[in-house]
Each structure stands twice: as structure tokens, then as C-alpha cells.
């Protein structure tokens, strides 16, 4: 059991560029999420997702995309990078439906630099 | 909208003297309250979960949190500090039904210890 599953790891960046950070989880959770986290201000959610072929946005989606075709998958596209993303990005996953004491799964994180 | 306060950035304690991080959360209904620990370089780990029932909650490692509804609070006690306890701690709050996973997260609590 690999539980959640992101790649790469760390990744560099040029400005303009983009790129797809990848998260997969072997649970079968209808919800997955990632968030964004940086100095001083804790995690901050991205984008998610309660179920294939249904997303939704967070609290900072501007410049990200996410698309979920299937349970397992749920990739992150940065469109055009920018300094601004430089960050480090996780990925979670969690049960929906009775979800009184599910746990909130999270991936070990991926440390994005845009330069 | 639910938000999440960790009123202290960074707290240093000496090994083996006790510990309170505190978490101040606004939340219409009644919330689903995590905490989490983060070491440098390192994913989320969670230390405890509230969601129904008694106040009280035993987690990992030593940990406790008392969820008080009347204060808004859920703080994260630890009556004899370690030295691997050093790290980062997020508060954080969810929702209910399909927003079950949609955290907010503190800003987060940096602990130091002392020998």
C-alpha cells in the first residue's frame, strides 16, 4: 500500500514554462485535493476533487489546473510558471462518505523553484 | 468561511518541560479539527483528530488536544517535551459532507528545543 504518491520530487523551473506535478493515491478516496505551502502561512488549498470527472477550485487556483479522469490520478498543471509559484505543493486524499474519523491522507510533497 | 488561528510563530521549551501550542478556529457548525507535525524537508504527519464525542483526544507520540467550543479552541498539549518533538506544527480545520477534505490550516507553530 503506496498511499499517496507524488512526482517529482523537486523540480526546477524556468519562468514561461509549464509543467505537470503528479499525485497518485492506491486507496480508492473519492477526494483529493492539493495545496500550496509557504513561509509564515501554513497550507493553502489548490484546487480538489470529490470523485472522477468533478473539480473544483480552492482558495488559490490562479495559474494551476486539474483535471480527474480517473479515482487514482489527479495531476497539477502549471500553465505559464512563475516566481510567484515557487513553493512546495501536497497532494491528500481521504474518503468522503463516512467521514466521521476518515484521515486526511498527504503525500511527502513536491519543492517547486521557478526562475 | 472557516479560518484557523496559531497565535504563536515560534515557541522554545527545554527538554522535558511540558507544552501547549494553541489553535483558535471560527467554524459555523461544528468543525472537524486536525493537528499535524512537520520535520524539515518532510511531509505531513497527523497527531490527532476531533470530530465527535469526548473533548479530550489522545494521539500520537504523547500528544493530546482539548477541543473547548465556548473558546474556539483546540490546543495541542505534550506534559514532558523530547528533543525529536522539534518541528512544525498546523492546526487546521474541515467541513462537513463532499468539503470533508477542504482544510484550512494555521499559520503554523515552529518549536524549538532545548537541551
Known amino acids: 500500500n503506496a498511499g499517496v504518491t507524488q512526482t517529482p520530487k523537486f523540480q526546477v523551473l524556468k519562468t514561461g514554462q509549464s509543467m505537470t506535478l503528479q499525485c497518485a493515491q492506491d486507496m480508492n478516496h473519492e477526494y483529493m485535493s492539493w495545496y500550496r505551502q509557504d513561509p509564515g502561512m501554513g497550507l493553502r488549498l489548490i484546487h480538489y476533487?470529490?470523485?472522477?470527472?468533478?473539480?473544483d477550485q480552492g482558495e488559490v487556483p490562479n495559474g494551476y489546473n486539474v483535471s480527474r479522469s480517473t479515482t487514482e490520478d489527479f495531476p497539477l498543471r502549471l500553465l505559464s510558471a512563475a516566481p510567484s509559484q515557487t513553493s512546495v505543493y501536497f497532494c491528500?486524499?481521504?474518503?468522503?462518505?463516512?467521514?466521521?474519523?476518515?484521515?486526511?491522507?498527504f503525500g511527502e510533497g513536491s519543492w517547486l523553484t521557478v526562475v | 468561511a472557516q479560518s484557523v488561528t496559531q497565535p504563536d510563530i515560534h515557541i522554545t521549551v527545554s527538554e522535558g518541560a511540558s507544552l501547549e501550542l494553541r489553535c483558535n478556529y471560527s467554524y459555523g457548525a461544528t468543525p472537524y479539527l486536525f493537528w499535524y507535525v512537520q520535520s524539515p524537508g518532510q511531509g505531513l504527519q497527523l497527531l490527532l483528530k476531533y470530530f465527535s464525542g469526548d473533548t479530550l483526544v489522545q494521539g500520537i507520540k504523547g500528544f493530546e488536544a482539548e477541543f473547548k467550543r465556548s473558546q474556539s479552541s483546540f490546543n495541542l498539549r505534550k506534559p514532558s517535551v523530547h528533543w525529536s518533538d522539534a518541528a512544525e506544527y498546523f492546526c487546521?480545520?474541515?467541513?462537513?459532507?463532499?468539503?470533508?477534505?477542504?482544510?484550512?490550516f494555521g499559520q503554523g507553530t515552529i518549536l524549538t528545543v532545548h537541551p
Open positions: 491528500a486524499s481521504s474518503q468522503v462518505r463516512g467521514m466521521g474519523g476518515n484521515t486526511i491522507y
Open positions: 476533487s470529490v470523485g472522477a470527472g468533478i473539480t
Open positions: 487546521a480545520v474541515g467541513a462537513g459532507g463532499t468539503s470533508y477534505g477542504k482544510l484550512t
